[in-house]
């Protein structure tokens, strides 16, 4: 049985949460068998990448070892091969996300720059100085920074939609930043440092009722919920592989066909053009438009073991047993004395970050590393964020489709240890 079956048949003829046999799923992540400082791995950082399943892995060696050479450009078999895999897994991820047109998907390096791609492209072509971006108070460092480049370069003006104590957002306010000068609105589908699921298909509409184009990152999402572009209306939609149980080195960034063909080339190069001349060069449509040079052929195959992977799985069911964890870390967790969770929205994906009245954030972190609980420590690329609450650092468990109860109940030991510790 490949690790994939095994996945398959953890919720085999069965859609109920029940049938998610997490510890069958365990066997099929070979880095969940490793010890650190001989204690069991617990990893509990998937926020920041997760781990990835066999079926991944083996799908990247075999690529190497049996079909690899460069695409789109070969007449012989193994260039054939190699384009009809790299192909292959752009229609995957069409799938995934239920884009209308797989010609909707470019590869990018990663979520990072799939921002800076619609900024420099979109946002360089048709913003004009005066014009206005919306983005809110959560977003990671990659949906704040292009946007101020792009502010210094253009003159538009960046707007911010605020959040509540909670960290949750807010929808009114929000509403009142949006003006005819709105041109893009840019949010996080779901926060990396809080948790927060925002309210995307409003976001999206009150936006769209100004004319203006919605940017949504979803890197936090496509790991923990179902994603469909359509029903959310939005016009991009971003995220990276590696925190989907991919690989590195690739990310998607999803758009709508007319507003891609409308957008300038991000880089020169080789695939994105239809003719060069020292005169004239003239580009291809999308997605090879954007996708200049050389791509990241065989991540982009080990991307599409990754979604066939989540998708096996179904993320109803990897949604419902995160779930689970969160209410349960989050009950366990509130009982600890001195311990204070950031981010208590009514919406969350299981992302935990918290602060303790004893010990600072990366003394936390340190000694959980100890009991080989991995989670991290700092302001997690939000440094707004961090602000908004008062804070330097938080530490942070976030949870993947790998993670029990059990680790829950080391991470909540290993907390005991650092209140005896600095206690
Ligand atoms: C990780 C992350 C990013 C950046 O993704 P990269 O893979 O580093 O490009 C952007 N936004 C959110 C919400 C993230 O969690």
Known sequence: MTPGQSALKAVAGNNSTAAFDVERVRQDFPILRETVYGRPLVYLDNGASAQKPRIVIDSMTKAYETYYANVHRGVHKLSQTATDAFEAAREKVARFINAPSVDEVI??????????????????????P????????????SNIVP????????????????????????????????SPKTKIVAITHVSNALGTITPMRE????????????????????????????????????????????????????????????MPPYQGG?????????????????????????????????LGAAVDYVSALG??????????????????LSRIDGLEIHGRAKDKAAIVAFVMKEAHAHDIGTILDRAGVAVRAGHHCAQPVMDRFGVAATARASFGLYNTKKEVDTLVDAIGVVKEFFG
Request: proline fraction near 3%.
């Open 107 to 128: 590869f990018t390096r990663g979520a990072t720059e799939a921002i800076n791609l619609v900024a420099a492209t979109y946002g360089r072509a048709f913003l004009k």
């Open 130 to 141: 005066g014009d206005e971006v919306v983005i809110s108070h959560m977003e990671h460092h």
């Open 147 to 178: 946007w101020q480049l792009l502010r210094d370069e253009k003159g538009i003006v960046l707007k911010i939609a605020p959040i509540d104590d909670e960290g949750g957002f807010v929808l009114d306010a929000y509403e009142k930043l949006l």
């Open 203 to 262: 976001i999206v509409r009150l936006a769209h009722a100004r004319g203006a184009r919605v940017l949504v990152d979803g890197c936090q999402a496509v790991p923990h919920m179902p994603v469909d572009v359509q029903a959310l209306g939005a016009d991009f939609y971003v995220f990276s592989s590696h925190k989907l149980y991919g690989p590195t080195g690739i990310g998607v960034l999803w758009g709508r066909l007319d507003l891609l063909n409308s």
């Open 270 to 302: 080789g695939e994105m053009i239809a003719s060069v001349s020292f005169e004239k060069t003239t580009y291809k449509n999308s997605p090879h438009r954007f996708e200049a040079g050389t791509p990241a052929i065989v991540e982009a195959v080990g």
């Open 315 to 332: 993320l109803d069911n990897i949604g419902a047993h995160e779930s689970g964890l969160l209410a349960y870390a989050t009950e366990r």
